[in-house]
């Protein structure tokens, strides 16, 4: 299938190694890690293949402490670390001296275009002022009708099922991912995607999944060889292999180019509208952006093609990761129905109070007084970070100072590790997620009552929600993550107050993990929920859902 690629990835490894050969970094070699491994790969090979997101981080870990060295594509030595202070200093105090991945960066340019992903230093400065507004926490707030409105039609269309049954099994990832996309159309950009009344209705969400498809997942070893080779190859030749007569490079240049069209049509409709000011409420991202961007110095304005790029990154960055997290939730909801049963109590209380003043939707306070509920939230974005793992690159020498010591293989204690420029340091969320140092010593046990006893402001300041890594962190942190947590809590207060999630029939929820139906499984640094052995289903999480039972 990777005829062209394949024969332009041979080219690339020769002079990959000869640059290589060129770039002599300070050794990392007296850095303990796991054992070489024969593959161009190095160990990303053996990562992508884990059977569950984080098996290998967690056994290094174990093993060598929270810093480690890899084997890298091309044999270079790479850092991998889940260090609090590490992460610290690379993601905070050294903003853009840690470069993202030409690689890793690269494939957003594929993907979404010239947005806020794609761009670095001060440009991506420029795209991040222009955002901003659009994400202030209060503005956020204003979503929250938007979030009960659609999760009030996805419970309609779940009680129409349950009319003539007393349970259903489904996947309840795509569903979520459904309302999702239909929130983040609206929120976004004023699009109702429809996808909640019709999978098959809206061209742009057809579009936008075959999109996912073709980004990541399971890719074959010459194409994961030949993306990982796009780190020696100058910008200008990069930008013209998206126009190879290959898929999947044909199938997401034309879906990408689809999705421009319906974009430039949505640019066209609200720009006059915005610039006239006829329509000062309108509140989505996209308005806010417009006008931020028309009031902004000429020089840090966005052009046409970056905000498009913006808009597609949304629906991109913004749904699939949402809506997963939550399905992830009502996966760990089903695995301990008694805390299931506290969360229903809990949010049935708060609607008492909620009915005793004759309100009807629960407000941004009602939610923010369930512990509980945000508890699990946390838990869960703790236990199931979507992504899992981030590269960067030093753009200078610098010293890397570590909060937990290592042994070197001589035996001595390292506290700071000399860096070079060029050399790369992956950063584990999933491990620093499990730090037993932070977490505790049940880290690895899905346990949302941890956030009683754990105070988040003694911690080392790294993460944006709750100090996890999940959101990643600093100058290029999610910029939507409080978004999501209160899309999280509208559709988790509606859901588990009308309804009762449990495992799929048969399962045994005592049974080892790696033994049940759902796999948590790699797509690139992503995590994807699969059904064990069918991974041709593509993002499968199937659960029973019945009527919450009364009080
Ligand atoms: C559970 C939900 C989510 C998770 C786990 C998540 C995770 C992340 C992570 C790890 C990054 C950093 C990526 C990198 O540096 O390469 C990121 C960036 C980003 N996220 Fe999210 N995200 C979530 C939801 C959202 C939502 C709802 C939106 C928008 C409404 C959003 C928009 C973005 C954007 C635009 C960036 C790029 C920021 C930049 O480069 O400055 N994300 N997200």
């Known amino acids: 299938m990777f005829t062209t690629p394949s024969a332009i990835c041979v080219a690339i490894v020769v002079v990959a190694f000869l640059l290589r050969a060129f770039h002599r970094r300070k050794s990392i070699r007296y850095i303990r890690g796991p054992p070489r491994f024969f593959s161009l790969l190095g160990h990303d090979y053996l990562m992508n293949l884990q059977e569950e997101v984080g098996d290998l981080d967690f056994k290094w870990l174990a093993e060598f402490g929270s810093t480690w060295r890899i084997q890298g594509a091309f044999r ?85 099922e349950l009319a003539t049954t007393s349970e259903f099994e489904s996947l309840i990832n795509n569903w979520i991912s459904r309302a999702a996309l239909d929130i983040i159309g609206q929120a976004a950009f004023d699009y109702d995607y429809g996808v909640l009344e019709d999978a098959e209705q809206s061209t742009l969400a057809k ?21 990982a080779a796009w780190d020696y190859i100058p910008v200008p030749v990069l930008k013209l292999f998206q126009y190879l007569p290959v898929d999947p490079f044909t199938r997401i240049l034309s879906l990408r180019r689809l999705y421009i069209s319906v974009g430039k049509q949505i640019l066209r409709e609200k720009r006059p509208e915005l610039d006239a000011e006829k329509r000062p409420n309108s509140k989505d991202i996209m308005s806010i952006l417009i006008k931020a961007n028309a009031s902004s110095e000429a020089k840090t304005r966005l052009n046409d093609d970056e905000l498009m790029a913006e808009m597609y990154t949304l629906t991109l960055a913004g749904h699939e990761t949402t809506a997963t997290t939550i399905s992830f939730l009502m996966y760990q909801l089903s695995l301990h129905p008694e805390y299931q049963a506290r969360m229903r109590q809990e949010i049935r209380e708060v609607r008492a109070r909620v ?149 799929p029939a048969g399962a045994d ?28 289903l593509g993002p499968s999480l199937r659960l029973r859902v019945s009527l919450a039972p009364t009080e």
């Not at 761009?119 to 009960?148: C, T, V, Y």
């Not at 579009?207 to 993306?227: N, Q, S």
């Open 76 to 160: 270079t030595d790479v850092i991998m670390t889940a260090d609090p202070k590490a992460i610290q200093h690379i993601y905070h105090k050294s903003a853009y001296n840690y470069a993202k991945k030409q690689s890793q960066n690269h494939m957003s340019y594929i993907l979404a275009g010239p947005g806020i992903v794609w761009s670095q230093g001060e440009d991506h400065q420029r795209h991040r002022k222009i955002m901003n507004p659009a994400f202030s926490a209060a503005h956020l707030r204003s979503f929250l009708p938007l979030f009960q409105r659609v999760t009030g039609k996805l419970v309609e269309k779940w009680k129409a």
């Open 207 to 227: 579009a936008y999944h075959g999109i996912l498809k073709d980004a990541e997942f399971r890719l074959p070893g010459a194409m994961m060889v030949f993306r």
């Open 355 to 503: 009915s005793a003043r004759t309100g009807i939707d629960f407000t941004m306070e009602d939610l923010d007084n369930l512990p509980l509920c945000l508890n699990a939230i946390k838990e869960t974005l703790r236990f199931h970070p979507i992504v899992s793992y981030l590269p960067r690159v030093a753009t200078k020498d610098d010293v890397l100072p570590l909060m937990h010591p290592i042994t070197s293989t001589t035996g001595e204690t390292i506290t700071e590790i000399p860096i070079s420029k060029g050399q790369t340091i992956i950063t584990s969320f999933a491990a620093y997620n499990r730090l037993p140092q932070v977490w505790g010593e049940d880290s690895h046990v899905w346990n949302p009552d941890r956030f009683f006893r754990i105070d988040v402001g003694k911690q080392t300041n790294v993460g944006m929600f709750a100090n996890l890594m999940t959101f990643s962190a600093g100058v290029r942190g999610c910029i939507g993550w409080r978004f999501s947590i209160i899309e999280t809590q509208a559709l988790v207060a509606e859901l588990l107050e009308n309804f009762q999630f449990r495992l």
């Open 509 to 536: 929820p005592t049974a080892d993990r790696k033994k049940s139906e759902l796999q948590c499984a790699p797509s690139g640094a992503a995590m994807v929920p699969l059904i064990r052995g069918k991974p041709e």
